[in-house]
């Protein structure tokens, strides 16, 4: 079985044409009124991430026992004895824009009404009495951790593209799975 890359324009890449249809998806909502940012696409980050994990999972099914990948290197991280998935490295919009929604929910923000919660954002400094860290709806990184992309304008160099995965771990057997890597 071999895998073909689709016939796309090479000015034209894979990360573009997704953060072009999640903009045309959120300014076509926006257009009939409220916002439900859980319904618009996810980023090229929590795609990249999500298909490390499920790569992952895969050839832990196909492989079981001999499997001798570290889930950490595949977007999971240890909590204690448990692994949790890693849903993105970088912070889901610029933040200039992720301080505009903030709430002031007096209990934990675990209800609906935490407006926050409600656009499926953690909450954040920004936040009057949690400042997203001492609620249920807080992320569990800090910024050390997190990438914060500079805003500028984007190069043909910064651009991620197209790439084959080879599973560094185990060079004599060739894990082939096509997703969106930055180089």
């Given at each position: ?31 009939t009124g409220r916002v439900n940012l ?132 185990e060079n004599d057997q060739t894990h082939?799975s096509y997703y969106l890597i930055k180089?």
């Amino acid at each position: 079985m071999s895998f073909r890359k689709p016939n796309i324009p090479d000015k034209l890449k894979w990360d573009q044409l997704l953060q072009s249809y999640r903009c045309e998806m959120y300014r076509r909502t926006a257009a009939t009124g409220r916002v439900n940012l859980a319904k618009i696409l996810p980023t090229v980050d929590a795609i990249q991430q999500h298909l490390k994990r499920v790569y992952f999972q895969v050839q832990q099914w196909l492989h079981g026992d001999q499997l001798t990948m570290d889930p950490t290197k595949w977007e999971w991280r240890m909590e204690g004895d448990t692994l949790v998935p890693v849903h993105m490295e970088e912070i889901p919009a610029p933040k200039n824009i992720m301080e505009l929604i903030f709430c002031g929910c007096k209990g934990d923000c675990n209800l609906n009404t935490c407006s926050c919660r409600k656009h499926g954002l953690p909450c954040n400094l920004a936040c009057k009495v949690c400042e997203g860290l001492t609620c249920l709806n807080s992320e569990r990184y800090s910024d050390e951790n997190v990438n914060v992309p500079e805003t500028k304008a984007s190069d043909e160099g910064d651009v991620p593209r197209m790439n084959t995965l080879i599973d560094d771990e185990e060079n004599d057997q060739t894990h082939l799975s096509y997703y969106l890597i930055k180089e």
